[in-house]
């Protein structure tokens, strides 16, 4: 397969940008680029990432001001004709923020920063972001965010379950999901959701953090996977049809 | 010349651990008599406008495109000449 052509946003604060960068390029060995947020076009591109960090330094909400950036009026449309879209902590906030994704997220309910490993029952493995992974698996990748406690509203939050479209939650070690498991007070332990039609995906931990196998955690280069995958299944479709 | 002054507040029915907290901090205080507090944001702007109905319509503009995000937050904003 040809190496995918990944671009990687970097907005002004932006802190996780060279991190998914480096492991798309290097680990992964694709085709990654970064997209100055100033940019008004992406080029040519097969998916998106919204790194983490702090853009425009979280003024106003986190993502709020990011969400307006000329790069991503680009975005918006790539995204509406089913382009693949990750969001990554920050990134999930600007998506949320842009409507993209439905739902908000609010400052953590211990109001403290949390930066820790944690794990991540996967709900759904039949996903372009989750295909190399099994239904109920537990992933272990960090997450480092003052504000990933997620919340839609009840009609919202009703939809997206009965939908399928909460991907990952926040688990114990064998898959549990619990309060305790819950590192910022997410509605329903919820750490990772798609929209409707399965293209745009936001995730508050890091699966780049946990894809170089010299920090001996790779269970974030499933995600990354997943998404060449549903690349190879694409062609192949194509190539049988 | 307006100056609008505007007031975010997290939606009733969101928890606010932020003002929680500071209502923890006024107990510790011995100040028994608060009850609750709820933290939000106040923004100032100045519009240049000619007309008031004209300066509130800006300001609603801004509030629903940025400064408020709805599904958290509800807005109030009061619009007077300067």
Known sequence: MTKLKLGVVVYPGSNCDHDAYYVLKEILAQDARLLWHKDSAIGDVDVIVLPGGFSYGDYL??????????????????ANKGGTVLGICNGFQILCEAGLLPGALLRNASLKFVCKYVHLRVEIAETRFTNRCKT????HIPVAHGEGNYIAEDVTLRRIEENGQVVLRYCEADGTVSGRANPNGSVN?????MNERGNILGMMPHPERASDPALRHTDGQKIFRSVFESFVLQENHQILT | MFLAKILVTLRKSILDPQGKAVHHALQSLRMKDVQEVRIGKFIEMKIDSAEKARAEQVTEEACKKLLANPVMEDYAFSVEKI
């Open chain 1, 136 to 139: 109920g698996e537990v992933l």
């Open chain 1, 61 to 78: 909400r986190c993502g709020a001001i990011a969400r307006f950036s000329p790069i991503m009026e680009e975005v918006i449309n790539f």
């Open chain 1, 189 to 193: 332990n919820i750490a990772g959701i």
